[in-house]
């Protein structure tokens, strides 16, 4: 969560001056209100989230709580702005460490981060990614930019790979539907990409599949105990959608 989430809008000079205590008391309330509302999800879920039962964990009284988070929807999009934060910090991070010119490591670095921090954080996980919210929509200004953190760097990655001509179009590719190339064309002008118009959509697969392997093992989709090497498994899906966007790795290491 940014301090721009926390308080009052400021003008730029001042934003890069030092909060007054009022400021900082106020940035570490909402700080505060949000992690007891992570505590919240992650025992009560979504639907049933509270601010009145926050308030209460606080240590005030409800009309208190919400002179800093105006409503239920308010705190979900602060839980949602926060998780999808902490999720682009701990993929940049992972990508970061590795060096620049091997895109295939970088892949696997990337996915597995978001797979490590889904396990760990599967309450966050499952409001960024799994079912909606009754009454919830999350405000798209506003949480736009931190979701589409993963993908951005996923994005990154494969351009990078493409100018260094380490990315190929597998032989044997589908042609493109004229309706389909036209979307894929308008997303390669709006980011400037070196990738062709097939390796973006297989890159699009590439995502989709990511998410969904680590849904299916978030949401016990598998069933119990139906694979004794889940990381293995994870470790050899990401192999496999790094050939599918054109990149050669290998799934062990």
Excluded: C
Excluded at 7 to 36: E, G, K, N, W, Y
Excluded at 37 to 64: F, P
Excluded at 178 to 183: K, N
Excluded at 186 to 212: K, Q, T, Y
Aim: glycine letters at 10%.
């Amino acid at each position: 969560m940014t301090e721009a989430d926390a308080t009052p809008d400021t003008t730029h000079a001042d934003a890069s001056r030092p909060l007054t205590p009022r400021q900082r008391a106020r940035t570490q309330t909402v700080a505060d209100i949000v992690r007891l509302g992570r505590q919240h999800l992650a025992t009560h879920g979504a639907a049933a989230l509270s601010l009145r039962a926050v308030a209460r964990d606080l240590g005030v009284v409800s009309s208190a709580v919400y002179r800093y988070v105006e409503s239920r929807d308010e705190l979900l999009t602060l839980l949602l702005i926060d998780a999808f934060g902490e999720l682009g910090d701990e993929v940049d991070a992972a990508v970061a460490g590795v060096p620049d010119g091997d895109h295939g490591a970088r892949f696997l670095a990337l996915g597995r981060a978001v797979r490590a921090w889904a396990l760990r954080e599967p309450a966050s996980y499952a409001l960024l990614f799994g079912s909606p919210v009754p009454g919830y929509n999350a405000p798209a200004e506003r949480t736009t930019g931190p979701g589409t953190r993963v993908i951005v760097s996923l994005i990154g990655i494969l351009d990078a790979a493409s100018r260094g001509g380490h990315l190929a179009v597998p032989a044997g590719s589908p042609r493109l539907p004229p309706a389909l190339g036209a979307d894929l064309a308008a997303i390669r002008e709006e980011f400037a990409l070196a990738v062709p118009e097939e390796l973006v959509a297989r890159g699009v697969l590439a995502w989709s599949s990511l998410f969904g392997a680590v849904s299916f093992e978030v949401f016990n989709q598998y069933g119990p105990d139906t694979f004794k090497a889940p990381a293995e498994l994870f470790d050899h899906h990401l192999a496999v959608l790094a050939g599918v966007a054109g990149l050669a790795v290998q799934s062990s290491g």
